[in-house]
């Protein structure tokens, strides 16, 4: 039985993760899990799944777990980053899964990997942010994204070396304005914005969505986790999102992963992985009718050149990138900034920052902080 701690279990992908589990529930066993906001839903996890060890945000957030258990015995609390870092080391849990969004997740995911855990992750930003911390682990690592997954899958399928790698293709929607006249961007609202045409995600990465800024980010993780060049990475405006990414060979094959656009099948077989298990998420390719691909359009969507440019840059301009949009999001979604500002914010905070090459841990803890103070000073 697979023991499985899961961080962010009441995020989109903590949610699905633990739907997963229970239709295998005499094959895994859940021994931690961590929240940050949502403990009326955190209550019913630990209700269903009886986790020895939960972390929650704060000392105030523990006392409203406490309140909606109801007298229901408590597990053990752990509390904030500290405890959050200390669950993801247990030696309870073999498998760690990352559902957490944002930068939040790097330190608790570099922890599990030195600690020899198996980590499954759809934190991006843990590859954008510290890559070259991230790479002596490669080998522990499965991921969940469904674009990643899906090259995975396919260089798992093929089983050939990753020098006959052309090219990678990484499949994005376009999100909820992909045809909204381009001057009509700085008006859409937050509501519209989140309103995703396929898939159910958390805000932030919604957002990132309908500014592309997420396929950015994903072009960078997939140079770190399958080790090629940004040159070897494209991407193009799948609006279907049935075909999830596909790798191209230099004898010219192609070999593309499918499935309806629903996240518990990369979770599914990242779970089982290296085995497939009978599933209910089956695609019925006479149902999709057609399948379109484009190039997305540069003047719709500055944050992929904005991705690129500080990915080329390398070193901590990436940090810069992530941190920047992380508060540009949060901004637009607080009713500070137009959808249209957020490619600014993260420009200008990219402008002000001199490149260091090869920033440790602790340094790139200190650039997003700094980076935050001073997008925030923007937004305001």
């Not at 972390?55 to 405890?83: D, R």
């Not at 890559?131 to 690592?141: E, S």
Request: aromatic share 6%; glycine share 6%.
């Amino acid at each position: 039985m697979k023991t499985i701690s899961v961080l962010g279990a009441t995020g989109s992908i903590g949610t699905q993760t633990l739907q997963v589990i229970h239709t295998f529930q005499e094959k895994f066993r859940i021994v931690a899990l961590s929240a940050g906001n949502n403990m009326a839903l955190l209550a019913e996890q630990i209700r269903q799944f009886q986790p020895p060890q939960v972390c929650v945000s704060t000392p105030e957030k523990a006392a409203e777990l406490e309140f909606f258990l109801h007298g229901h015995s408590l597990p053990q609390l752990l509390i904030g980053e500290e405890g959050l870092s200390e669950l993801a080391q247990d030696s309870a849990s073999t498998c760690v899964v990352v559902g957490l969004s944002g930068f939040k997740g790097l330190v608790p995911t570099l922890k599990a990997l030195e600690a020899g855990k198996q980590v499954l992750t759809a934190n991006k930003e843990t590859f954008v942010t510290a890559g070259h911390l991230i790479r002596p682990f490669l080998d522990q690592i499965i991921p969940l994204d469904s674009e990643h997954s899906a090259i995975f899958q396919c260089l798992q399928g093929c089983g050939r070396p990753k020098t006959e790698i052309h090219k990678l293709t990484l499949t994005a929607s376009g999100g909820p304005f992909l045809n909204l006249p381009l001057n009509q961007l700085g008006s859409v609202t937050v509501a519209q914005a989140l309103q995703h045409p396929n898939w159910s995600m958390g805000n932030k990465v919604t957002i990132d969505s309908a500014t592309m800024m997420n396929k950015g980010l994903e072009r960078i993780e997939a140079t770190v986790l399958f080790q090629v060049n940004l040159d070897q990475v494209d991407i193009v405006v799948h609006p279907q999102s049935i075909v999830h990414s596909a790798v191209s060979f230099c004898d010219g094959s192609m070999l593309a992963q499918l499935g309806l656009p629903d996240m518990r099948t990369p979770i599914q077989y990242g779970l089982t992985y290296p085995e497939r298990w009978s599933g209910n998420l089956h695609l019925d390719l006479a149902a999709c009718s057609r399948l379109d691909f484009m190039t997305p359009e540069p003047e719709r969507f500055p944050c992929l050149a904005l991705a690129e440019e500080a990915a080329r840059q390398g070193g901590s301009m990436t940090v810069v990138l992530n941190a920047a949009d992380e508060v540009a999001v949060e901004a637009f979604i607080q009713g500070q900034i137009s959808f249209t500002e957020i490619p600014k914010m993260i420009e200008h905070a990219l402008s002000r920052h001199e490149k260091i090459s090869n920033p440790n841990l602790q340094e790139i803890i200190d650039l997003d902080q700094t980076t935050r103070q001073q997008s925030l000073l923007l937004a305001r």
